[in-house]
């Protein structure tokens, strides 16, 4: 994920996301990862960093009614396509192409999903 160009691209949908991890004392951008850092004894101010894995992201779309699914191609299982299902606009929105790894994909969905986000009413 370029977590950069989500800051500067979509804020909105970004702030929802730091809102989201709470939980978290601070969270930075690190070489293209989004990295957060627990508290492990607030009385010292002790912390302890983490990358947040990409996979939590579906989560945080489930709470926002957007989501996911990267699936392979039936004819042709080294393919993967998103559709991304906006319920509450009565939308599916399918990627423009397939790719060969489930990673990339899950990439550009939720790439898409945060525009999507960003523009949501």
């Known amino acids: 994920m370029n977590w950069k160009e989500i800051k500067e691209k979509h804020p909105k949908a970004f702030a929802l996301l730091i809102k989201w991890l709470a939980c978290t004392v601070e969270v930075k951008i690190e ?15 002790i912390t302890k960093r983490e990358t ?35 319920p509450e606009q009565g939308k599916i929105i399918n990627s423009p192409d397939e790719v060969p790894e489930r990673t990339e994909m899950e990439t550009a969905a939720f790439t898409k999903s945060f525009e999507l986000l960003e523009f949501k009413p």
Do not use: K
Not at 58 to 83: G, P, W
């Open 52 to 86: 947040m894995p990409l996979r939590r992201l579906y989560d945080f779309f489930d709470e926002q009614e957007i989501y996911i699914d990267v699936n392979y191609n039936r004819e042709n299982r080294l393919r993967f396509a998103y559709a991304i299902h906006l």
């Open 31 to 45: 070489d293209d990862e989004l990295v957060t850092y627990l508290p492990v004894t607030p009385v010292h101010r």
